[in-house]
């Protein structure tokens, strides 16, 4: 007799990086998620959405109901994704400005992020970026996103062994393990929240 395999359904996870330095580290975290998908995750299809285009928010670009286009299309793959990705490195205790201005637009009428899991990693020096985790969690409770509680990802990036390469490129094996298991939860929840059939 034949067994027969059941696969886990595909989600679709936006990845979006606060930081728009290309050497970032938060970038680099990105790349690395980006990696573990398509070598040793099945059932994750990542895209990184790079949020540069977009133009600061100004609803008064909001023209006959149509968003700018750079707008538009960002909306656009936030909506086809099942969850999202956040590397949200800390200026201030804070988010970045890039990252709250990609979350304003998503978030204009109708809001595109509601609903969906997400996840946040970071890394920086000091607590690693953990408190732009807190703020950017309470600003996802207002739009409605859904974190993961477990496990959390905050990287100090300069206390020794080295973390990343001259690149941004995340080194660090322990490291690498620590974004799988993010991933791997991130994707449980998402399936979770997935209405069944």
Not at 85 to 112: I, Q
Not at 132 to 150: E, M, P, T
């Amino acid at each position: 007799m034949e067994a027969v395999v059941a696969s886990k359904p595909v989600i679709k996870v936006a990845a979006i990086c606060g930081s728009l330095r290309k050497a970032s580290y938060n970038r680099g975290l990105i790349r690395t998620a980006l990696e573990l998908t398509k070598e040793s995750i099945a059932g994750i299809q990542m895209e990184y959405i790079d949020i540069s285009p977009l133009p600061m928010l100004d609803t008064d670009l909001e023209v006959d109901g149509k968003f700018p286009p750079a707008v538009e299309a960002f909306r656009q793959k936030i909506l086809e994704s099942d969850s999202i990705l956040f590397a949200s490195p800390e200026y201030n205790y804070s988010l970045t400005a890039p990252l709250k201005n990609a979350l304003d637009w998503a978030s204009r009428p109708p809001n595109v992020w509601a609903d969906k899991a997400a996840a946040i990693v970071s890394a920086g020096g000091g607590f690693g970026g953990a408190r732009s985790h807190y703020h950017l969690r309470q600003v996802g409770v207002f739009l409605d996103l859904h974190f993961i509680n477990k496990p959390e990802f905050y990287l100090n990036a300069f206390q020794p062994p080295a973390k990343f390469d001259s690149d941004g490129n995340l080194i660090d094996e322990d490291s690498k393990e620590r974004m799988k298991q993010v991933l791997l939860s991130l994707q449980a929840f998402t399936l979770r929240l997935q209405p069944k059939n």
